[in-house]
């Protein structure tokens, strides 16, 4: 009896309370309920795949300052005038070119192998071809700790275990750090170029590119090439049997001066507010060696198609929705800070920011940096995406995406709805980042959970300017 | 109550059967201990995973004629030695060789975009680089049909669905033809070069390597090149929307002239029949793109390994248990006939030949074409190796593995053990073909169930003799 008398308490309790709940949502029942039926539509549409498949074949990969970016950026503005933006712009700013060129890479010693391996982004080109032994570094600590000198007439290689897959994707901070300084100490160890394990999940025969870090404004001025995970253990198994290891190498990779690339901006006006901005938004780019389907035509996919079905709807949001491609992202966040820098002016009307840079698996958890009264907004928001499969994380989490992080440096608020990321880092930045990798039905949920997200903050009533 | 004495009497009749089949079982007691014994210990064995990795990683890569192959004869006459085989021997024969070379093979219209091709095996090389427009044929019956001619100045691509994937591999025949025959149609009507969609059931961007056919006794005298999967659906993607292709393409492939191969040729000799020989055996040779652990670096383990276990018994089996390392399998079963022919006056002593030449996932069947006496040994051996979740398959079917062929055709009875293929034609002929791949429990059941197996027939009363 005790038990039941508490249960019939907890029910007239709850139910005296509900108005008092409704009267505070943020959130009108009619808010909801398109919400509700954005995330039934997108769900059932195939616009985003048609996006991806049309960046993807259309354009095909799209370096970073390359004619083929060019070709993306007219394509982005063209996809955006057919989707009844209200106005798509492109805004340029100059940069350098690193090229790739060719690569001859081959094992010598003990025999002769061809390894499958790739310059890394701001690798200086071999002036002639390299012969030379290689050094086997069992990690990246054991190449910050070689002496000066010592590595004259080599070429070191750098081995690390393969990156640690999980949802977030966490293991690519501590294994990238070969990719991103393992030069700067082959070079004072005077070696004549540096090989890294790639940094990927995977274990097939691709090595995963990626930019390295400069050492202050001083790029690498040796070759620096990432060979595949299979690669890295069969140099390790060599190594370990104590057979002596050489290499012949020849790579053309190197910078080519100034040009061109901007950021596509394409927008919907706001019907009440229309300078405040929610931005959201991918990269445009891609790495050369894919066509760059997951890293990152998914992006700009999810985010178009979510701002195209909120245009669908018979009026316009009370806020601005922004959907920005980034232009060569890959290659240092040039578009990204070409971005802030043009709005700098402007940044305080930016209320929210968001990217999808993460592939297009099922999108599982949603997390923001937001002002107190917007982060209840987003409590209530993802009660709304919950029946896709969305979970609430953290209110204090930084960072909306890569290209989003200099407007977040400077106060802009941000969410980030985060793909299951599992196998991301099996595809990531390697030859295999095509078309066939992405899952319509799950390129559809994202979809889902951005329209609905996106059009709430676009239209709510609560004030979302950064209040810090 | 009816069902109660049916059920007792069925009990009864069994009981008094029993002895009636143990007199006629073809497997004495200790026999069967024995072989349960071996699979026991094969299970718990690591020497079959050393084998594999120790040729994929000391000899690495290894085309049939080529220098490696010749380090990985010697490699395999060492082995034989260390594991205490009784004989171990080379028998030599000349082969015609074909050598990859370089390849350059670029997308040029409707923009540039590097392919990922390989050239097929006996592929000629492109005098110098080929410019031309592609012509895109749906499928191989297309390009059949295609007039003499019509093709000048032009490259022929043959695109055709993705191969069908099961544990039996079925889906290879048919989706080989292309790689097989369409260098003839393609020639017919004077394209410059062919290439086809890769004959390979995975979507990652490995082309997919293989021998061409001969006609009569012609090779082919254009380059033909295999792309992978995600390109063939790239290029098809275009052609959907009538974009014009073209490519650039120069293979440095060609036939180099007469080499020494050979078959490496280890024996058991038995203690009562030493003349009947009991043949298992893989490929010692593999494609030139990957290290060769799956095709078939794992069928050199699982029957050396096997006969390495049966060696290690207080005495050698009645009969002579061989394990032949075929060289240059992949290029036309050149070791296959050599063995054949060297041997075809001691045909009739080959009592049994069986080729593990499928990877190295589960054995799930056991299949035969032997005498009918031989054939209740096999229903007797299938029930003793079903605890490893192997069943009895099919007592007419003919085929011991590709280098078997030739023996079974001059009437060697001939069993396999077949592997779960499901994946076999995701990793076949490409770069990705590594050591990773092999999962050393799923191996040591294969060499569990191959030690049963060969034991068993070597050891058996049973007349094994072919009676055709």
Redesign the interface.
């Known amino acids: 009896m005790k038990l039941l008398n508490s249960a019939v308490l907890s029910t007239f309790l709850c139910v005296l309370s509900m108005p008092l709940i409704a009267d505070q949502s943020a959130i009108t029942k009619q808010q909801k309920e398109t919400a509700q039926q954005l995330m039934a539509t997108a769900l059932k549409s195939d616009i985003g795949y048609n996006i991806v498949?049309s960046l993807t074949?259309?354009?095909?990969?799209r370096l970073g300052g390359s004619e083929?970016e060019k070709?993306a950026r007219d394509w982005g503005v063209e996809l955006g005038k057919e989707l009844g933006f209200d106005k798509a712009t492109i805004e340029e700013f100059t940069m350098p070119f690193w090229d790739r060129g060719h690569l001859h890479l081959t094992l010598t010693s003990?025999?002769?192998?061809e390894l499958?391996g790739s310059a890394l982004g701001g690798a200086a080109p071999s002036k002639k071809e390299i012969n030379a032994p290689i050094v086997y570094f069992r990690d990246i600590q054991e190449l910050i700790e070689v002496k000066d000198g010592v590595l004259k007439g080599k070429v070191a290689f750098v081995d690390g275990e393969p990156m640690v897959k999980s949802q977030t994707g966490a293991g690519y901070g501590p294994s990238n750090q070969k990719r991103r300084i393992g030069w700067q100490h082959a070079e004072r160890g005077g070696a004549s170029a540096l090989m890294i394990r790639s940094v990927g999940s995977d274990?097939?025969?691709?090595p995963h590119t990626g930019m390295m870090s400069k050492n202050g404004d001083k790029w690498a001025t040796i070759p620096v090439i990432a060979i595949s995970?299979?690669d890295a253990?069969?140099l390790r198994?060599?190594h370990n049997?104590d057979?002596p290891l050489s290499v012949s190498l020849h790579s053309g990779s190197d910078w080519k001066g100034e040009v061109t690339s901007g950021n596509v901006v394409l927008d919907l006006i706001g019907s009440e507010k229309p300078e405040e901005i929610v931005l959201i938004g991918g990269h445009l780019d891609s790495w050369d060696l894919?066509?760059g389907a997951v890293d990152d035509g998914a992006g700009i996919a999810i985010t178009t198609a979510a701002a195209k079905l909120i245009a669908n709807l018979p009026q316009r949001p009370k806020r601005t929705i922004r959907v920005v491609m980034f232009g060569a992202e890959e290659v240092g966040l040039l578009g990204a800070f070409a971005y802030a820098k043009e709005h700098e002016n402007n940044l305080h009307n930016h209320v929210l920011a968001t990217e999808s840079d993460f592939g297009a698996r099922n999108i599982w958890r949603i997390v923001s940096n937001v002002n107190p009264e917007a982060t209840k907004l987003v409590d209530e928001i993802a009660r709304i995406i919950a029946p896709l499969g969305i979970v609430r994380g953290g209110s204090d989490v930084k960072g909306g995406g890569p290209d989003i992080i200099p407007m977040a440096e400077k106060g802009v608020p941000t969410i980030r709805l985060s793909q299951e990321g599992t196998d991301y880092f099996d595809l990531h930045h390697?030859?295999?980042d095509?078309?066939?990798?992405i899952n319509p039905a799950e390129l559809a949920q994202n979809i889902a959970a951005y329209a609905a997200t996106i059009y709430l903050f676009a239209d709510t009533d609560v004030d979302l300017k950064a209040k810090r």
Chains 1, 2 share one sequence.
Request: proline share 12%; charged share 30%.
């Open positions: 498949e074949t259309e354009i095909g990969p083929a070709r003990p025999y002769k192998q499958y274990s097939h025969r691709f995970n299979p253990d069969h198994r060599l049997l057979r894919g066509t390697t030859p295999d095509t078309l066939d990798k």
